[in-house]
């Protein structure tokens, strides 16, 4: 669901926000409010056994679940490819997930999903980018991961990121598209919920944090503090004294 409701008034046909908001607006301009369409969205879970479910265990539980639920299976999510065996059972760790790569790329263009999300480790090298950005060689288990998927992603933090719980998305490759990107989250660990910036708020980063952080990964990528950064994303800086 995309977070708005189509409804229609005594004025006419509208589009405002999420459906708590739109209701009590409603009620405020005594108007009658009717609800006429709403996307559907559903979540299944499931789980295989690691190093022995592969990609065509996953094939089965998506066509018997469109099938009993009438359906479309979109966008899957492996926790995490890693630990999946490869539908030829390789037994050797590089020739395995490399495989399991390959399995869910088709397994994704056979299903016709609009994408696959899995997760994975870093070297213990990569782990001296985590506050600027990962490079290719930086995934751990085997490199032809970086060949096989479509786009990695970093998720990445500078101290004062992580003081201030903002997760910082970077694009380390893409094959096809952009060559780079960030995405930029607020985080709350102890929930597990995060929310995307605003325009405004990134633009904010952007103007202040996000030269910074450039500066770091465009040089020795050795993180620094910097000062007067607002957990807000606001130009006013939270503490004009010194470091936060």
């Not at 600027?132 to 101290?159: C, F, H």
């Not at 060559?179 to 929310?195: C, K, N, S, W, Y």
Request: proline residues 2%; contains cysteine.
């Amino acid at each position: 669901w995309d977070g708005y409701v189509r409804y229609i008034s005594k004025t006419g046909f509208f589009k405002i926000g999420l459906l708590g908001m739109v209701y009590e607006e409603a009620r405020k301009l005594s108007k009658d409010v009717t609800i006429t369409d709403k996307l559907k969205v559903e979540l299944a879970v499931h789980r295989i056994p690691a190093m022995l479910g592969d990609a065509n265990d996953i094939r089965t539980i998506i066509r018997t679940i469109e099938a009993e639920r009438g359906v479309k299976i979109n966008i899957l999510c492996v926790d995490y490819a890693g630990k999946m065996a490869s539908i030829k059972k390789d037994e050797d760790d590089f020739t395995r997930i490399s495989n399991v790569y390959i399995d869910l790329q088709n397994l994704a263009m056979d299903e016709k999903l609009d994408a696959v999300w899995t997760a994975h480790h870093i070297t213990r090298d990569g782990s001296k980018h985590v506050g600027t950005k990962y490079e290719e060689n930086d995934i751990s288990g085997a490199i032809s991961i970086v060949r096989n998927a479509v786009a990695i992603w970093g998720l990445n933090q500078t101290p004062e990121e992580r003081d201030n719980n903002i997760q910082r998305m970077e694009l380390v490759v893409q094959r096809e598209g952009k060559p780079t990107g960030r995405a930029l989250f607020h985080i709350d660990v102890e929930r597990q919920r995060m929310r995307e910036f605003t325009r405004e708020q990134r633009k904010a980063y952007d103007e202040s944090q996000g030269i910074i952080v450039d500066d770091l990964i465009n040089s020795s990528g050795n993180v620094k503090t910097s000062k007067g950064f607002n957990n807000n994303a606001t130009t006013k800086p939270v503490n004009t004294k010194g470091d936060i």
